[in-house]
């Protein structure tokens, strides 16, 4: 690449035929990796962008740097960051972007709710220049008036997941402690994380809906002598902690799937609206977890986002109705969070007893 190439975006299609060139790429991110270890001592991720040229697929841009912190770190879908000496390689049919640290560099923006030119997070050899705006408004407004970020896939809420499916999920991240079953897209807010044991971190998320009951086969007999848990995690939460959640609607533990240790949760960033795609979920113990699996990927969505209004004024109506802040699954019988909705089948002498637990409870 040649000098005045320096001052020069190149756009994705053009940059996809560049093969093994260094080049300069500007998007929309839409989608990130969890962040992860490396093989080696390196860390890594992978962010996906758009722009006007390749705004249906995109591209991936894996970054390699010496630790988890020097990672771009991107607080919504929708946020635009530029990258400056990537290389552009194959795998397989895929064409993505490399980012090397010794000498690539990015920088990230908000995205069309912000006219800012400020980045919030940049490389240690991010410069600067007067040039990169007229490439960051216009992406803005591109951003607006495309509405690609409405032509997304619905995502599923808690209450519609079924075990056994795949699906995306969008929720608040509560406390991290993780394990679900597989879905394509779900948007949940993080309200937790902690450290369950050494190295391993669970997830607490939350959407302000109830997931659904669940019905386990169990002997009588055996409940007695092997109750099935309250929580997941070895040790309860502290009651200052619970006493931050919401007070309706599941709380949902996520984990990491076995063998994809290298996976960071501690990362993920509590209070944020976050869209999850390709998760697993799954009843555990006679609870619903997630469970991260590497092909997981996030969108974090601005508190402006439209659909999380939507769940935020779900959550609110739901609060001052006597009848709505109680899951179906437990009516009559009022409740004020869910864990995870549980009918025992309980098998006695070749008769058949339903136990219905309230599942639907406190912490």
């Not at 609110?316 to 899951?327: A, F, G, Q, T």
């Not at 699954?329 to 309230?358: A, C, Q, Y």
Request: with cysteine; aromatic share 10%.
């Amino acid at each position: 690449m040649g000098g005045g190439d320096d001052y020069r975006f190149m756009a994705l299609e053009d940059a996809m035929a560049s093969l093994n060139q260094k080049v300069n790429i500007i998007g929309v991110v839409m989608e990130m990796g969890m962040p992860k270890r490396s093989k080696g001592t390196d860390c890594f991720c992978s962010v996906k962008i758009v722009d006007q040229s390749n705004w249906s697929s995109g591209i991936s841009v894996n970054v390699f740097a010496e630790n988890m912190e020097k990672l771009p770190h991107v607080e919504s879908a929708g946020d635009i960051i530029q990258f400056s000496h990537v290389v552009m390689k194959t795998h397989g049919q895929e064409v993505y972007a490399l980012f090397n640290k010794k000498f690539s560099s990015f920088a990230i923006f908000e995205g069309k709710y912000d006219e800012d030119f400020s980045p919030y997070q940049v490389s240690s050899k991010f410069r600067p220049r007067d040039q990169d705006k007229k490439f960051i408004r216009g992406l803005r407004k591109w951003l607006t008036d495309s509405g690609i970020d409405k032509g997304m896939k619905e995502p599923l809420s808690l209450r519609e997941i079924r075990e056994g499916e795949r699906a995306d999920l969008f929720c608040k991240y509560t406390e991290v402690l993780i394990s679900i079953r597989l879905f394509d897209v779900c948007h949940e807010k993080i309200l937790h994380i902690c450290e369950v044991t050494k190295d391993e971190w669970m997830v607490f998320v939350w959407d302000g809906t109830d997931t659904p009951p669940v019905s386990i086969q169990t002997k009588l007999e055996d409940e007695m002598d092997n109750p099935l848990p309250l929580q997941l995690e070895s040790l309860p939460l502290s009651r200052d902690i619970l006493c931050t959640f919401p007070t309706v609607g599941t709380i949902l533990r996520v984990v990491v799937a076995e063998g994809s240790e290298k996976l960071s949760l501690h990362l993920l960033k509590v209070g944020k609206w976050v869209r999850f795609l390709k998760l697993i979920c799954e009843v555990h113990l006679g609870l619903w977890r997630g469970v991260l699996m590497p092909s997981t990927r996030l969108r974090y969505l601005p508190d402006k986002d439209l659909l999380v209004s939507q769940r935020q004024r779900l959550y609110d109506e739901r609060l001052v109705s006597k009848w709505e802040r109680m899951p179906l699954s437990s009516f009559p019988w009022p409740s004020r969070i869910t864990v995870g909705g549980v009918s025992k089948m309980g098998m006695e002498r070749g008769n058949v007893d339903l136990i219905t637990l309230s599942a639907h409870s406190h912490f």
